[in-house]
């Protein structure tokens, strides 16, 4: 069972449990949303760690989770969670991949009009039959035939750091053999993208035999697809292809050139090469008929009269032209990156408990070790249907009390780099405009993040004033992972981007590249505008747990895809700096 299908299994019974009774089961439901989230997210495959007997440390899986799963991968099935989804249509939980569609939604679809499949609900949207049913409407059955349309769009795509880590594995396995010089990731995956279809490695050798036949002895492969002179490909559990190309050192860089991509990046190459009399090839570049191998890509560009093009950088929107006239960016770097400014610790705003896992303290101590000066807790914001306004000031007081003792006391003990925790909120914008927090609430903070998490599908204009209405207030500096987008899952949000873009320029709000990798939001195109605009970016992980500070390398992953220098980014200010842009 690959992590996928059982992601899929625990949110089934989620759902169960939700149609079975939401009020007395609501803490197993988030228990079992929770641990999905975390399996579809990891970047090992569940079955390895259950191998190893890991299974408890994945952070979302509790005792009881990890005792279910014990029994699915010891015989196959749980009786646990036959018994909870006993007497629920099948159907309904492949209604329940249509984006928007719950568990009581997908019941009454199937009790109420007989649906089947997803093309019963097709069909019935398109008839007319849904906008009739109580409590649905016009918008409802749009809705549903808008997202049915998406998830046709999908294609199966890995997330970054899933392939990466795959990638990572496998580089290192090929390492371990003598006649392998080096090895390296190429396509999608060398070039950063945000999401990757297959792996592809490339490996340096003089003995391309040996090293595939090293290469299909994978221990951890799936199977084998083909395997020929220079070239061989597998499949990893996951249904993650890889496929591996050997070259001669002499020849290297031109390999690692040619299958890095991007195509519309090599074609525009090789255009430029025959206009100026060259050819190019996986083995160099030819001029005036002689071969000139190259052994590294610096070589390759050099000889075509460019600079050395990042691999972040080849899609050919503007790069040859910049290469050719020394014009690249000077990219952002992770060592440049001093903060983390989206992080949400287990300290429960609603109730100033701390539960357990990522405590603010463990939280301090994991960003003190990745080197960072300064960071911010920014929990979401107190719910305003369980609270009225005073219940709200309350809440946010105790928290930045809890903030305000941490810097006078643990900080200055306990931390290297660390100097400042930053007391920050991440808030809702309310579907009508305006934020979840009153204004006295926002006296509390040091700066506050905003954003969207509910209201997705709203006209243009209307969110672009949605939005503008939430980063004027003066307290407000980010607008968090902006349109909102998850990755396979949902497009993201309609916005005016280039009223967006003039209004942050004028009024010093910044717009985050959110680290998180089902998010990786802004996506890489609009940070290119945005920099292009001279909008400044702020980057956060996102991080629900201590060890997902570690994401921050997918987000600058981003920044560089969308060329922007340590200049553009707010989080490469030291400590002062930063504190006078939030004055
Ligand atoms: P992906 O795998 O869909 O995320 O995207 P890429 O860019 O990794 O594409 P892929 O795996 O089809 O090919 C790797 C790179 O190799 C691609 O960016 C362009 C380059 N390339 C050069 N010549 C060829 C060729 O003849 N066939 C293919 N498929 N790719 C080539
Ligand atoms: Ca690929
Ligand atoms: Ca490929
Ligand atoms: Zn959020």
């Known amino acids: 069972m690959a992590n996928l299908e059982i992601a899929e299994l625990l949110r089934a019974i989620a759902a169960s449990y939700q149609l079975k009774d939401e009020e007395k089961n609501r803490f197993r439901i988030i228990a079992y949303q929770r641990a999905a989230d975390a399996i579809e997210h990891a970047s090992s495959e569940l079955k390895d760690l259950w191998d190893d007997g890991k299974l408890k440390d994945v952070p979302g899986i509790g005792e009881s989770i990890a005792s279910h799963l014990d029994e699915v991968f010891r015989t196959g099935a749980s009786k646990h969670f036959e018994e909870v989804m006993k007497g629920l249509p099948p159907q309904m939980f492949d209604l329940m991949e249509v984006p928007g569609i719950g568990a009581k939604t997908a019941f009454r679809l199937i009790t109420e009009l007989g649906i089947k499949s997803l093309s019963d609900l097709e069909n019935a949207a398109k008839r007319g039959k849904i906008a009739v049913i109580e409590g649905f409407g016009e918008q409802s059955q749009a809705d549903i035939l808008k997202s049915l349309e998406e998830l046709k769009g999908r294609t199966k795509r890995h997330l970054l750091p899933y392939a990466a880590v795959n990638a990572g594995r496998l580089i290192e396995w ?21 999401t990757v279809g297959d792996i592809d490695i490339a490996v340096s050798s003089d003995h391309p035999k040996e090293v595939l036949g090293h290469f299909v002895n994978y221990p951890k492969k799936a199977r084998v697809l083909e395997k020929g002179d220079r070239t061989a490909s597998m499949v990893l559990p996951g249904d993650v292809q890889v496929d591996c190309m050997v070259q001669a050192p002499n020849a290297y860089g031109a390999l690692l050139q040619h299958f890095t991509g991007s195509k519309h990046h090599n074609i525009a190459l090789r255009e430029y090469a025959i206009k100026h009399g060259m050819s190019l090839s996986e083995y160099g570049i030819k001029v005036n008929g002689r071969l000139e191998k190259c052994a590294t890509e610096e070589e390759f560009y050099r000889k075509l009269g460019m600079d050395f093009i990042p691999p972040e950088l080849r899609e050919d929107t503007g790069e040859i032209e910049a290469a050719l006239t020394h014009k690249l960016p000077k990219l952002v770097e992770l060592r440049d990156i001093k903060a983390d400014l989206q992080i949400h610790s287990s300290f429960d ?32 914001n107190p719910s305003k249907s369980k609270h009225n306004e005073k219940e709200v000031l309350n809440l946010l007081k105790r928290k930045s009390e809890a903030v305000e003792k941490l810097n006078y006391s643990f900080v200055k003990r306990e931390c290297k780099s660390i100097k400042k925790v930053f007391n920050s909120l991440e808030i809702d914008i309310l579907p009508e405009g305006g934020l979840a927090v009153p ?10 993040l905003v954003s969207i998490h509910s209201s997705f599908r709203i006209d243009r204009n209307k969110m672009t004033n949605r939005v503008l209405s939430a980063l004027a207030y003066p307290k407000v500096k980010i ?11 949902r497009e993201g949000i309609e916005l005016n981007w280039s009223e967006i873009f003039d209004f942050c320029k004028k009024n010093e709000k910044w717009l985050e590249i959110n680290a998180e990798p089902t998010r990786l939001d802004l996506p890489d195109t609009l940070v290119r505008e945005a920099v292009k605009s001279g909008v400044k970016l702020s980057m956060g992980t996102d991080a629900h747990h201590q060890d997902s500070l570690g994401n921050m390398i997918f987000g600058v992953a981003v920044a560089r895809r ?20 939030i004055e």
Not at 180 to 186: F, G, M, N
Request: with cysteine.
């Open 439 to 448: 204004d006295e609430g926002l006296k509390l903070l040091d700066f506050a």
């Open 349 to 380: 705003i609603e109730t100033s408990h701390d539960l357990g896992e990522s405590t603010m303290e463990e939280v301090i101590k994991k960003a003190d070790k990745l080197g960072y000066e300064y960071i911010a807790f920014t929990e979401h």
């Open 479 to 489: 607008f968090a992972h902006p349109t909102a987008r998850k990755l396979g899952e």
């Open 174 to 194: 090929m390492n371990e053999s003598k006649y392998v010089k080096r090895a390296d990731s190429l396509g999608s995956l060398r070039r950063r993208a945000a």
């Open 562 to 581: 969308g060329w922007a220098e340590k200049k553009d980014i707010i989080n490469c200010l030291s400590l002062s700096e930063f504190e006078k842009m």
